[in-house]
């Protein structure tokens, strides 16, 4: 194929008296270009184990987003020689294929990055030293090996798993088309508040009247705040300093913790929110009711209300959407923290959907309920096997639909009761029980439905009554318009069938910004854009908008 170039891998082991050859190589030919220059690579010898498997990039020549490249290997195979050993951390690197440099390297790290790393984990170095994603456009090779805790120092390090790749082309905005390019006729996007630093999720005000004065909504910024938007728009500081630790950090990567999911008691009020806090230098879970004594413009008191203690996360797979279905009840979503095996396991809160009484307790009526061997996380469990389920929505008939971020792949699905969703770090336990799987993934990150009887319909046309609305943020920290993601789709539902998602509409900026939050407020859909609609290199400068999107036609 033309311009097309052809990967060719060699390896040569040579093994004299049992020791280790260091013959290895990789060769990369195209036509009419000179071979890439041979790296040497160490090869394991027959006891050890061998080369690791990259599991994303799925497949050689997958195309992925410069910005935001997901890296992800098979876990450490056993040795062959059936010795126990410990993955002690692992070397990933990124080479361009033309001119062959390497322009990422991340040395050696642990904990999830031991099979799963962001281009936050590593640095840029040699042309790509003042970069902060891949070059559009362009092939590259991801490079992996693993180091065991094996006492002969050189024998420590596995051979080289490789994945040849593509990065997706830069798209140009739509000229005239506005910052945000309406798909569907009778829409437009208005600006509603701005000022805010990494806006996630945002939850309506029960039963605001339009009262200029009064809470009209909240939303929960990652770094540590709950910001609150009156009724006539204005702006201000609900909670403050709800971190412990210092949340910076890169993007993607270790930069993505802190607060995340928020929901208002109807009852009271209080405003419930999914906080990260820091113990030992690692991060732990919690959900956490406020309190005000002014009507809800500013929090007075805070308390813990569900603590998770012994269940580690990390940035990305956190704790994060909150919804109070219409039992009364908490959903709380849990990813995985990047480690599978979690999501299967009734034992551990993460991976899951969970379900709490509003005072913090186990309902005695989940699917796991026992209060005879004392209160434990099981007993919370609604549903399990999710990998990253950040966000979800109640329909009128009182069903509960997720959407949860994969690997190369992400799903739609109804949350049932029990119901093992079967994630175990392998891409075909994503595909059932699902409704819908985005392929390649576009990154849901929330579900909100237009009912009538809730805000009347929020201003949309009858038609739109019971339908989905889904934010897909893509590679977030990309710029520009882009096909996988930055923007609001719609599904509409056959029976328990949903058909396929018609953009709404979606980014058509030259900078970062994308949908993250998305609520149905009283006129229309309000939506966050977690990072400002600039090409800046600082994510959490506090100049990120919420939006609505309007309904202007007559039906």
Same mark, same amino acid.
């Not at 739609?412 to 392929?439: A, C, H, N, Q």
């Given at each position: 194929?033309?311009n097309?170039?052809?990967?060719?891998?060699?390896?040569?082991?040579a %093994?004299?008296?049992?020791?280790?050859?260091y013959?290895s190589?990789?060769?990369?030919?195209?036509?009419?270009?000179?071979?890439?220059?041979?790296r040497p690579?160490?090869?394991?010898?027959?006891?050890?184990?061998?080369?690791p498997?990259?599991?994303?990039?799925?497949?050689?020549?997958?195309?992925?987003?410069?910005?935001?490249?997901?890296?992800?290997?098979?876990?450490?195979?056993?040795?062959?020689?059936?010795?126990?050993?410990?993955?002690?951390?692992?070397?990933?690197?990124?080479?361009?294929?033309?001119?062959?440099?390497?322009?990422?390297?991340?040395?050696?790290? /642990?904990?999830?990055?031991?099979?799963?790393?962001?281009?936050?984990?590593?640095?840029?170095?040699?042309? +790509?030293?003042?970069?902060?994603?891949?070059?559009?456009?362009?092939?590259? &090779?991801?490079?992996?090996?693993?180091r065991? &805790?094996?006492?002969?120092?050189?024998?420590r390090?596995?051979?080289?798993?490789?994945?040849?790749?593509?990065?997706?082309?830069?798209r140009?905005?739509?000229?005239?088309?506005?910052?945000?390019? %309406?798909?569907?006729?009778?829409?437009?996007?208005?600006? %509603?508040?701005? *000022? $805010?630093?990494?806006?996630?999720?945002?939850?309506?005000?029960p039963?605001?009247?339009?009262?200029?004065?009064?809470?009209? $909504?909240?939303?929960?910024?990652?770094?540590?705040?709950?910001?609150?938007?009156?009724?006539?728009?204005?702006?201000?500081?609900?909670?403050?300093?709800?971190?412990?630790?210092d949340?910076?950090?890169? $993007?993607p990567?270790?930069?993505?913790?802190?607060?995340?999911?928020?929901?208002?008691?109807?009852a009271?009020?209080?405003?419930?929110? !999914?906080?990260?806090?820091?113990r030992?230098?690692?991060?732990?879970?919690?959900?956490?009711? +406020?309190?005000?004594?002014?009507?809800?413009?500013?929090?007075?008191?805070?308390?813990?209300?569900?603590?998770?203690?012994?269940?580690?996360?990390?940035?990305?797979?956190?704790?994060?959407?909150?919804?109070?279905?219409?039992?009364?009840?908490?959903?709380?979503?849990?990813?995985?923290?990047?480690?599978?095996?979690?999501?299967?396991?009734? #034992?551990? +809160?993460r991976?899951?959907?969970?379900?709490? #009484?509003? /005072?913090?307790?186990?309902?005695?009526? #989940?699917?796991?309920?026992?209060?005879? =061997? *004392?209160?434990?996380?099981?007993?919370?469990v609604?549903a399990? *096997? $999710?990998?990253?389920?950040?966000?979800?929505?109640?329909?009128?008939d009182?069903?509960?639909?997720?959407?949860?971020?994969?690997?190369?792949? =992400?799903?739609?699905s109804?949350v /049932?009761?029990?119901? &093992?969703?079967?994630?175990d770090?392998?891409?075909?336990?994503m595909?059932?029980?699902?409704?819908?799987?985005?392929?390649?993934?576009?990154?849901?990150t929330?579900?909100?439905?237009?009912d009538? =009887?809730?805000?009347?319909?929020?201003?949309?046309?009858?038609?739109?009554?019971?339908?989905?609305?889904v934010?897909?943020?893509?590679?977030? +920290?990309?710029s520009?318009?882009?096909?996988?993601?930055?923007r609001?789709?719609?599904?509409?539902?056959?029976?328990?069938?949903?058909?396929?998602?018609?953009?709404?509409?979606?980014? #058509?900026?030259? *900078?970062?910004a994308?949908?993250?939050?998305?609520?149905?407020?009283?006129?229309?859909?309000?939506?966050?854009?977690?990072?400002?609609? !600039? &090409?800046?290199?600082?994510?959490?400068?506090?100049?990120?908008?919420?939006?609505?999107?309007?309904?202007t036609?007559a039906?």
């Amino acid at each position: 194929m033309k311009n097309r170039r052809f990967l060719i891998t060699a390896t040569v082991v040579a %093994v004299v008296l049992g020791g280790i050859g260091y013959l290895s190589f990789r060769q990369a030919y195209s036509s009419g270009a000179p071979a890439q220059p041979a790296r040497p690579v160490r090869t394991l010898g027959a006891a050890l184990p061998g080369a690791p498997a990259v599991t994303e990039p799925r497949a050689d020549g997958h195309l992925v987003s410069g910005a935001d490249v997901h890296m992800e290997s098979a876990p450490m195979p056993t040795r062959k020689d059936g010795k126990k050993v410990k993955h002690v951390c692992t070397e990933w690197e990124l080479w361009s294929v033309e001119p062959a440099e390497r322009v990422w390297h991340s040395p050696c790290v /642990d904990g999830p990055q031991l099979v799963h790393a962001h281009l936050g984990d590593g640095e840029f170095e040699n042309s +790509f030293a003042a970069r902060r994603d891949l070059a559009p456009d362009r092939e590259y &090779d991801l490079r992996v090996r693993y180091r065991d &805790d094996t006492k002969d120092k050189a024998k420590r390090w596995s051979p080289w798993g490789y994945r040849a790749f593509r990065t997706l082309p830069q798209r140009a905005p739509l000229a005239g088309a506005g910052t945000w390019h %309406v798909r569907q006729d009778g829409y437009r996007v208005e600006e %509603v508040a701005g *000022g $805010f630093q990494l806006p996630v999720h945002l939850a309506m005000a029960p039963g605001h009247t339009g009262d200029p004065a009064q809470p009209m $909504f909240y939303v929960t910024e990652l770094y540590g705040q709950i910001k609150v938007v009156r009724g006539d728009l204005s702006t201000g500081v609900y909670a403050k300093n709800l971190l412990n630790f210092d949340p910076r950090g890169t $993007f993607p990567g270790t930069g993505e913790k802190g607060v995340t999911g928020i929901v208002v008691d109807p009852a009271s009020g209080d405003v419930l929110a !999914s906080v990260l806090y820091e113990r030992g230098g690692v991060h732990y879970p919690k959900v956490v009711r +406020f309190s005000s004594k002014d009507g809800g413009l500013t929090a007075a008191k805070q308390t813990t209300l569900l603590d998770m203690p012994n269940e580690p996360q990390s940035a990305a797979h956190q704790i994060s959407q909150l919804t109070i279905g219409p039992d009364g009840k908490l959903y709380v979503h849990m990813g995985d923290a990047m480690l599978a095996y979690t999501a299967k396991d009734l #034992n551990s +809160f993460r991976g899951k959907i969970l379900r709490v #009484n509003l /005072d913090g307790s186990a309902p005695a009526d #989940n699917p796991f309920y026992d209060a005879e =061997d *004392g209160i434990t996380a099981r007993d919370y469990v609604y549903a399990s *096997g $999710f990998r990253n389920p950040f966000g979800g929505a109640w329909r009128a008939d009182g069903s509960y639909y997720q959407v949860e971020n994969g690997t190369a792949i =992400d799903r739609l699905s109804r949350v /049932d009761k029990g119901v &093992d969703y079967g994630w175990d770090g392998t891409r075909d336990s994503m595909l059932k029980p699902k409704l819908y799987i985005w392929s390649p993934s576009t990154a849901p990150t929330s579900i909100a439905f237009v009912d009538p =009887d809730v805000h009347h319909g929020s201003g949309f046309p009858k038609s739109k009554y019971g339908h989905m609305f889904v934010a897909e943020s893509g590679p977030t +920290f990309a710029s520009g318009p882009q096909d996988n993601g930055k923007r609001i789709v719609e599904f509409t539902f056959d029976g328990n069938k949903v058909g396929k998602p018609k953009t709404l509409l979606e980014y #058509n900026g030259t *900078g970062k910004a994308s949908v993250v939050g998305l609520a149905a407020g009283p006129d229309g859909l309000y939506f966050t854009a977690l990072y400002p609609d !600039s &090409d800046t290199t600082s994510p959490d400068t506090p100049a990120a908008k919420v939006y609505r999107l309007r309904y202007t036609s007559a039906e």
